[in-house]
């Protein structure tokens, strides 16, 4: 295998900061994957939709206690890159700072299912073990879905000897951060900010071999159209995230490009508050009544209908999406409910099930009244995200057709996000990109204040109690029935109208060899990658 050689990576924005405990941004997170460890190595099944793990940091791991104690075995040669053993200590006090509140991890949460002291904190003399540097234990106050145990103790770590010193309100502002000590393929070299970042190789990292490629150079492109120009001249080797319009051209007119995608991780949905917003948010989140408009799901149903979702993949997406049902993916084999088909464009059935439920012209002026009400409302989006400002006015225009009138508006990705979280909006555009583990919880989970990602306001029983039995069952592909069962209650509750599917498009260089991108990510198995003897 060619050994040697620079990959060159278009980035739209910079890292926040080179540490897994405290980053947020998914930049970040793509530059992280080449610098920590992880304690096994996801690995998809494409035949049976399955997310298997592979060795890494840990040889080994099992359950004991009737599935309330999950054990790492870890390997005794891995080593930070300043040659200090890596041990279950550094894991174990990676899930302190985790925890600790002045810290305030984003992922802090993943820390709610272990043991707790009587102060509802986590108790970490009990909760996680280290007997020795190479076994870590992780202890849980009830036993639940063993892939989810999996996905809570797989966080990223950092060395303990570099950071112990410090308090931990101290812990984010430590230039350690910036020019940190690693643990895998890569090591930290140089950081320009909002310039470029230099990793290279750390030739002692050999699981599963040492990376092929000397150096992975991040460079900070904000402007998409810069970024694809820059790929076609070959002065960067990966752009993710082209957009249909621009894989065709590429396809057509640069053959020292490919296309690869990542396909069935990302979907986008409209949102329709099924609550009274503005009674949610005067109240503080005490009072909940049904939205004037969206609150019923015949009419929910009425609007998925009047969209032409068909129309709008065909235009937009093309051969890179298709027409969504729900919020589990297709991958996903074993919980896909396949039996579920698309609610079909019927803009006439939209008019009658509008009617059945009192809105009709009333006053010949075209739009939809009903008691003096005229139905009309704002759908929000985030501004810069040409597919989402395509879908609004799509929809808008749709709507129009049967008598409804939907304004726009746009903000800033930032404010647009955090009113989601605040559920400030009668109507909104977004999407998730869904975990390797189905977790439904978050986004349609009835307790709206622990639920932030229910952005509609979805509260519907009998998906809770399934929801709860999902979470129990030990082995997740037991768990398939009831996953099917409460994407067939979603889909006929209609909480939101889910769009569509959509690939995230992946320009490279054909002088980079052995990607893999998959439904994983764009990086990954990015040890494998090699620069081709002729482009040399």
């Known amino acids: 295998m060619p050994r040697g050689g620079t990959v060159v990576i278009a980035l739209s924005s910079d890292a926040d900061m080179l540490n897994p405990v405290l980053s947020s941004g998914s930049n970040t997170g793509i530059v992280l994957q080449f610098l920590f460890p992880d304690l096994a190595e996801h690995d998809f099944d494409s035949i049976n939709g399955i997310d298997r793990l592979l060795p890494s940091v840990a040889n080994s791991w099992e359950w004991i206690n009737d599935g309330l104690s999950l054990v790492y075995h870890l390997r005794n040669d891995v080593f930070w890159s300043d040659s200090v053993k890596i041990t279950s ?85 430590s230039l350690r951060n910036l020019e940190p000590v690693t643990g895998k393929h890569f090591k930290f070299s140089k950081w320009e900010r909002k310039q470029e970042l230099v990793l290279v190789k750390n030739a002692k990292w050999k699981i599963p071999h040492e990376a092929y490629i000397d150096r992975v150079v991040f460079r900070i492109i904000p402007e998409m159209t810069t970024r694809i120009i820059e790929l076609k001249t070959g002065a960067v080797d990966i752009v993710e995230g082209l957009s249909p319009e621009d894989a065709k051209d590429i396809q057509k007119n640069n053959p020292n490009l490919r296309i690869e995608t990542q396909p069935y991780r990302r979907f986008e949905y409209v949102g329709w508050s099924n609550i009274d917003v503005e009674l949610y948010k005067s109240s503080k989140g005490k009072t909940i009544r049904p ?38 993916s297709p991958a996903f084999r074993w919980a896909y409910n396949d039996t579920l088909r698309p609610i079909p464009f019927d803009p006439a059935r939209a008019k009658t099930l509008l009617a059945e439920e009192g809105w009709t012209d009333h006053d010949g002026d075209g739009i939809l009244d009903k008691n003096g009400t005229k139905f009309e409302f704002t759908m929000t989006t985030n501004s810069a995200n040409p597919r989402r400002e395509f879908a609004l006015q799509k929809i808008q ?68 109690s399934l929801l709860q039995i999902t979470a129990s069952i030990p082995d997740v592909q037991m768990a ?55 482009a040399r």
């Open 89 to 173: 200590h550094d894991i174990e006090y990676s899930y302190r700072l985790y925890s600790h509140p002045k810290v305030a991890s984003p992922r802090r949460n993943y820390l709610n299912f272990l043991l707790k002291n009587n102060s509802g904190q986590t108790d970490f003399d009990r909760a996680i073990e280290t007997p020795n540097d190479s076994t870590v234990i992780f202890n849980f106050a009830t036993a639940y879905q063993k892939n989810q145990q999996l996905l809570h103790t797989q966080l990223n770590f950092i060395p303990k000897h570099i950071f112990e010193w410090l308090d931990p309100e101290d812990v984010r502002t």
């Open 397 to 464: 225009s749709d709507l129009k057709k049967i008598g409804i009138v939907c304004r726009s508006q746009l903000l800033e990705s930032n404010v647009f996000n955090s009113g989601l979280r605040n559920k400030e909006y009668d109507a909104f555009i977004t999407g998730n990109n869904v975990n390797m583990s189905i977790d439904l919880q978050p986004q349609f989970g009835s307790d709206l204040e622990r639920n932030t990602f229910n952005a509609a306001s979805y509260r519907n029983r009998e998906v809770d």
């Open 480 to 534: 398939g029935p009831v996953f099917k069962e409460l994407q067939r209650i979603i889909y006929y509750d209609q909480p939101v109208t889910f769009l569509y599917w959509y690939d995230n498009i992946v320009g490279i260089n054909q002088r980079l060899r052995g990607t893999h991108v998959n439904i994983l990510s764009p990086y990954y198995r990015y040890y494998d990658w090699y620069i081709s003897d002729s």
């Open 291 to 328: 939205h004037r408009l969206f609150g019923n799901k015949n009419i929910r149903t009425a609007l998925t209908m009047a969209i032409h979702r068909d129309e709008l993949v065909e235009s937009w997406l093309g051969s890179f999406g298709q027409i969504s049902t729900g919020p589990i």
